[in-house]
């Protein structure tokens, strides 16, 4: 069995501690038994760990993702690049194609797909491990998990049962049809014919769907498919597969699961009110703040609200509404203010432009010690970078110098420059040109050892 986590979105109801680059699967708001705050993506993968099951998972996921799984989880976790954002149904023909032509993977072995996000037990995993069992005997050709519903909610899809049937010895239930996110009174018809919340989580053997690629003349070359990507449709998966296969089967699942996709639903899982600097008054009953700001924010006689505060703006909100920021947050348009890398992070500060049209846009940067930022150059900007605290070594034109706390190095447009943190280095960048974009970098080295031999060549 190969296990595909499903990274990708911008979460945009967890506006603004979410971002085009930091989806909520990186939002580090879970509190660990040790007092510490995780994602839900260090979350899922220690409990992968635990289970034994991460030697053969695999993280689907952009290019604008790669830093952010890197810093949170490592270097070593397998990961399938999309080279853009589309939909689930290009994610998981990649991935399938991945494991066909990169992996030479047999075609009857069960692929497993599920979101990387999901609140659960650690017993879920347990089903999900019986998903490849599931679809050997029932010789169906979709197998998913089908959560039992709590109430009749609004938020999540739900699947349909073949009316009068029993579950099998085996565990598992033919599907008839599936219903998106209903009405509440639709909803409690649903739960009346014994439906099952869809949460997302699909199995399939491998030559089902290479099958389905070749009679729609798709590539199912790896390669091939990545230079066809922006040609496939921006679809879901549910839409696109699941709800046209002959045979659907599903196990139904009855501990915790949760979508904490919305400031509810996840400040209900959240153990402190506060997170970060706040004060929140006794009358302020079912009231959250997550900061990431530097100054402190109180609440005083607001019940049931959630305030939210980074670099990218601040909310507050009902918490029953707080789904509508979604919408809302469509109409800001700007970079992203933070962003976790590789490296370390940083934050904006401040952006303008003068009459001139030159932009000028200051950075607060930290890297980790030990940590790197690549050889590389801008074509389109200048830099100015000082040294506030730490040490490291830092080249220039293939010019190596050590920094410290208090040192301004000057980095003209297309000079070649890298730097890496000895001690934790804090530093304030002032890029200056006509179009400051984090895609204005030529990578000549990621590796510090590499660029060290290159110099001594």
């Known amino acids: 069995m190969r296990l595909v986590l499903l990274s990708g979105g911008t979460g945009k109801r967890l506006w603004p501690l979410s971002n085009e680059s930091r989806s909520k699967q990186f939002l580090k708001t879970i509190r660990t038994p040790d007092d510490e705050m995780e994602s839900m993506i260090q979350r899922i993968w220690k409990q992968l760990k635990t289970k034994k099951m991460d030697h053969s998972a695999y993280i689907s996921t952009s290019k604008t993702q790669v830093d952010m799984i890197t810093s949170q989880l490592g270097s070593n976790v397998p990961l399938i690049i999309e080279p853009e954002r589309r939909d689930t149904y290009p994610a998981i023909a990649l991935a399938a194609t991945y494991f066909y032509s990169k992996q030479g993977v047999d075609l009857n072995e069960v692929i497993v797909v599920m979101p990387v996000d999901p609140y659960t037990d650690y017993q879920f995993f347990d089903k999900v491990k019986e998903l490849e069992d599931t679809i050997r005997q029932s010789d169906a050709d979709i197998a998913l998990i089908g959560v039992q519903p709590t109430s009749p909610s609004e938020k999540y899809g739900y699947i349909i049962p073949v009316q009068n049937t029993l579950k099998t010895s085996e565990g598992y239930i033919p599907v008839d049809s599936f219903t998106e996110k209903p009405s509440k009174d639709e909803a409690a018809k649903l739960l009346r014919q014994n439906a099952l919340w869809n949460c997302g989580v699909f199995s399939f053997r491998l030559g089902y769907l290479i099958q389905l690629l070749e009679e729609k003349k798709l590539p199912v070359e790896f390669d091939e498919l990545v230079e066809k990507y922006d040609q496939l449709p921006k679809i879901s998966f549910d839409y696109e597969v699941v709800e046209k296969a002959d045979r659907v089967v599903a196990i139904p699942y009855h501990g915790t699961w949760r979508d904490l996709g919305t400031w509810d639903t996840l400040t209900a899982d959240i153990q402190t009110k506060v997170i970060g600097k706040g004060i929140i008054s006794d009358d302020s009953s079912n009231t959250h703040v997550v900061n990431e700001l ?151 080295f990621m590796s510090w050892d590499d660029l060290l031999d290159s110099l001594r060549q």
Request: hydrophobic share 40%.
């Open 294 to 444: 530097d100054i402190p924010i109180a609440v005083v006689g607001v019940p049931n609200v959630v305030v939210a505060a980074s670099p990218d703006g601040i909310l507050v909100s009902e918490k029953s509404e707080s789904h509508r920021v979604k919408d809302l947050v469509k109409k800001i348009d700007q970079r992203p203010m933070f962003e976790e890398r590789r490296w370390g992070w940083y934050r904006v500060l401040d952006y303008q432009t003068r009459t001139d049209g030159t932009d000028i846009l200051t950075k607060r940067l930290c890297l980790y010690a030990g940590k790197n930022l690549s050889y590389q150059y801008h074509q389109m900007r200048s830099e100015v970078w000082t040294i506030v605290a730490g040490i490291g070594e830092f080249v220039l034109n293939d010019r190596l110098i050590r920094v410290k706390a208090g040192d301004v190095v000057r980095i003209p447009v297309h000079a070649k420059h890298a730097i890496k943190a000895i001690e934790e280095l804090e530093i304030i960048e002032i890029q200056m040109g006509t179009r400051l974009v984090e895609e204005d970098i030529v990578r000549l």
